[in-house]
Structures are given as structure tokens and as C-alpha cells.
């Protein structure tokens, strides 16, 4: 608030005071601009006459900062403006123009106005801020996936290739059909390893199974690979008996994330038991992973910013998209990851054995 009149700076302070906000009082155009480099400041209330500096010149000074090219400033004149004032305030900055006498309920609603849109542009910004950190760790987590597949490609399914390469020089130039039979039965062995590291490839990718038969057959696949990997004793549950099949954008968000969640289990956790369990009630998806455990910081649990890594935040983004909740907390022991999904259903699964316990006996 800028006048040079103590008296009109007290009423402003007194009109304003009830919607809680921090009014700073100025007493003339260079206090003005002292405070503003020092403060964050949301809209500038200033009186058009004033010594040294007028409003006009005052506003023009404001907007030659980068900081305050977009701060809302409001005249007040006690005087008639006529319509060339008023175009002279809006080219140098101003807003809007409030009169004398004042009206205090116009007042407080123009400035909670300007007050609530300077909050919802900073959080605006901080929300690009962020979104822009995951953006650039999303890059970074492809480029790590790119560099991964590579290194499997050529260090698993190339070295296969090359084995089955030499064994068909070596069944060729063979003068033995022992020898012969005994190359051609490496060959076998070499091309089923080539098969395997494609199909495990190409499930880290994007689960065939999702496609041919569903979501149940895909986790239950996925489940019964972590556990021969891992050997943590991973069970998944499904419920009901018919369980829905879902849409494919949902489909592979729900995989996505029970696929994530024992990632992190697996990376992290330190447990011996793992537990899925999928539920459809209520036309929403429930989808509950479970550990025996470490647990997890407050800070996760809480999810700090800067706490959780890009598989969490993805998870949450996914999640989020479909209008849905999710929950991570400690489960005592372990850690116990929740996500609620509305969800939209196509056809139940044809399948008839759709509820078991894998891994377990």
C-alpha cells in the first residue's frame, strides 16, 4: 500500500486487515521499491498523487523489473480521471482503478482477487518446477532402460546367436554324423536360450500376455518369474472368481504398478514373503501389494518431495489419471502399497482356475 498520507495508508490497513493477509504500508515511491526487492509481493495498492514519484512513474519503474512485469497494481485517485488518465495508468502497468470515496467491500473483493490469483500462479510455477524435474529423471530413467535392453541384447540374446552361428559351421564341415547329432542337439539348447532371453525381452517391454489372455495371466506369469528370480516367495490373489477384463489402458496401469511395487520389494525391502492381491468391488479396482520386510522412511510414507524416486512418482501419476487413491505405510512388519482404481469393465475372463495361490503350496 503506497501513499504519502499516513491517515489514508491506516484506512487501507483498516478495510483491509480482515482478510488476513500481510499488508505492508509505503510512505512514498522509493520505500515502495525498497520493499518490493525485498518481498514477494501479490498486488501493489498506491495512490496516483504522490511527491517525487507519482503513481504513473512510479508503476513504470515497477515494470521495468522482470520480477514485477506481472504483479497486479490498482490506483487510487482521489481525483476525476479522465478516459486519457485511465489509458496512461493501463500503459504503464496498472490493473484496475478504484475511487475516492472508497467502497471497502469493492475494496477487499478486487484485492482478494489479485491476492488469490498471484497464489494460484506461484503454485502454478512450483507445479511446472516439479513436473519438469520428473520429466527430465523420466528421460534419464529411458535413456538407463535403452542402455539396459542393450546390454541384454548383446550380451544374452547376441552371445546366444553367435553360439547357434558357430554350431551350424561346425554341423556343416562335421565328417561324422555323431558329431554331427552332437552339434545339432548344442544348436537346440542355443536357439531355446536365444527364444527365452527374446520373451523375457520382450515381456519387460510390454507383456504379451496383457493382450492374448489378460490381466490375471500376465501377473500370475510375471509373479511366477519374480519368484524363480528373486526367491522371494511372491503369492498373488485374485478376486472374484470372474474377474473382469478391464481396459487396456488400464490393464497395463495396474500391471505397471504390481510390476514397480516388487521391483521395489525385490530392490529394497530385504523381505522373504511378497503378497498381490487384486480385488474388483464396487466397479473400482483394488490393488494391494504386501511385504514381510524393512519397512519404509517416514519421509516415503509421507511422500516428501525429493523422498521418492521416479518409479514412485510414476506410480502416483498413473494412478492419479484414472482418478484414483494411493497409499503407501508401514505394515509392521514390512510395507504394505495400496492403489483404488474406478475402473470401466469389458467381459469376465473365460478362464475357470482364476483364484490361486502361486508360490505357495
Known amino acids: 500500500m503506497v501513499d504519502d498520507n499516513p491517515a489514508k495508508l491506516l484506512s487501507y490497513e483498516v478495510i483491509l486487515s480482515e482478510l488476513?493477509?500481510?499488508?505492508?504500508?509505503?510512505?512514498?515511491?522509493?520505500?515502495?521499491?525498497?520493499?518490493?526487492l525485498r518481498t514477494d509481493v501479490a498486488v501493489i495498492l498506491m495512490d496516483v498523487n504522490m511527491p517525487e514519484l507519482d503513481g504513473f512513474?512510479?508503476?513504470?519503474?515497477?515494470?521495468?523489473?522482470?520480477?514485477?512485469?506481472?504483479t497486479a497494481?490498482?490506483?487510487?485517485?482521489?481525483?476525476?480521471?479522465?478516459?486519457?488518465?485511465?489509458?496512461?495508468?493501463?500503459?504503464?502497468?496498472?490493473?484496475?482503478y478504484v475511487s475516492v470515496p472508497i467502497i471497502p467491500e469493492l475494496l477487499r473483493a478486487k484485492i482478494k482477487v489479485f491476492a488469490e490469483l498471484h497464489r494460484k500462479t506461484r503454485q502454478l510455477e512450483i507445479l511446472n518446477a516439479e513436473?519438469?524435474?520428473?520429466?527430465?529423471?523420466?528421460?534419464?530413467?529411458?535413456d538407463e532402460e535403452r542402455r539396459r535392453i542393450a546390454r541384454e541384447l548383446h550380451d544374452g540374446l547376441g552371445q546366444e546367436l553367435s553360439v547357434a552361428k558357430m554350431l551350424i559351421a561346425g554341423i556343416q564341415e562335421a565328417a561324422d554324423?555323431?558329431?554331427?547329432?552332437?552339434?545339432?542337439?548344442?544348436?537346440?539348447?542355443?536357439?531355446?536360450g536365444s527364444i527365452k532371453q527374446t520373451r523375457s525381452i520382450s515381456h519387460l517391454l510390454y507383456p504379451p500376455l496383457l493382450d492374448e489372455i489378460g490381466l490375471?495371466?500376465?501377473?500370475?506369469?510375471?509373479?511366477?518369474?519374480?519368484?524363480?528370480?528373486?526367491?522371494?516367495?511372491?503369492?498373488?490373489?485374485?478376486?472374484?472368481?470372474?474377474?473382469?477384463?478391464?481396459?487396456?489402458?488400464?490393464?497395463?496401469?495396474?500391471?505397471?504398478?504390481?510390476?514397480?511395487?516388487?521391483?521395489?520389494?525385490f530392490r529394497h525391502s530385504g523381505?522373504?514373503?511378497?503378497?498381490?492381491?487384486?480385488?474388483?468391488?464396487?466397479?473400482?479396482?483394488?490393488?494391494?501389494?504386501?511385504?514381510?520386510?524393512?519397512?519404509?522412511?517416514?519421509?516415503?510414507?509421507?511422500?516428501h518431495t525429493g523422498?521418492?524416486?521416479?518409479?514412485?512418482?510414476?506410480m502416483r501419476q498413473r494412478i492419479k489419471e484414472f482418478g484414483g487413491e494411493f497409499v503407501m505405510q508401514n505394515a509392521n512388519p514390512g510395507t504394505s502399497l495400496t492403489a483404488i482404481i474406478p475402473i470401466a469393465t469389458a467381459s469376465p475372463l473365460t478362464h475357470t482356475s482364476v483364484f490361486r495361490q502361486v508360490g505357495e503350496s
Open 57 to 70: 512513474q512510479l508503476a513504470a519503474t515497477i515494470r521495468q523489473h522482470p520480477r514485477f512485469r506481472h
Open 131 to 142: 513436473m519438469q524435474k520428473v520429466s527430465t529423471a523420466m528421460i534419464k530413467l529411458q
Open 271 to 303: 523381505a522373504r514373503n511378497a503378497k498381490v492381491r487384486l480385488t474388483a468391488e464396487k466397479a473400482r479396482a483394488v490393488i494391494n501389494v504386501r511385504d514381510d520386510g524393512k519397512g519404509i522412511p517416514e519421509q516415503i510414507e509421507r511422500f
Open 177 to 192: 554324423l555323431s558329431i554331427a547329432k552332437r552339434k545339432a542337439a548344442e544348436l537346440d539348447s542355443s536357439i531355446n
Open 216 to 265: 490375471y495371466s500376465a501377473l500370475q506369469t510375471y509373479v511366477e518369474g519374480l519368484t524363480s528370480r528373486s526367491g522371494i516367495n511372491t503369492s498373488i490373489q485374485v478376486e472374484p472368481m470372474d474377474f473382469p477384463r478391464l481396459s487396456p489402458d488400464l490393464e497395463i496401469t495396474i500391471f505397471r504398478i504390481v510390476q514397480e511395487a516388487l521391483t521395489n520389494v
Open 73 to 96: 497494481i490498482i490506483f487510487i485517485s482521489a481525483v476525476h480521471l479522465t478516459d486519457a488518465d485511465r489509458l496512461k495508468g493501463y500503459e504503464h502497468g496498472a490493473v484496475d
Open 20 to 36: 488476513g493477509e500481510n499488508l505492508i504500508k509505503a510512505h512514498s515511491g522509493r520505500e515502495a521499491l525498497d520493499h518490493l
Open 307 to 314: 523422498s521418492i524416486g521416479v518409479g514412485l512418482s510414476g
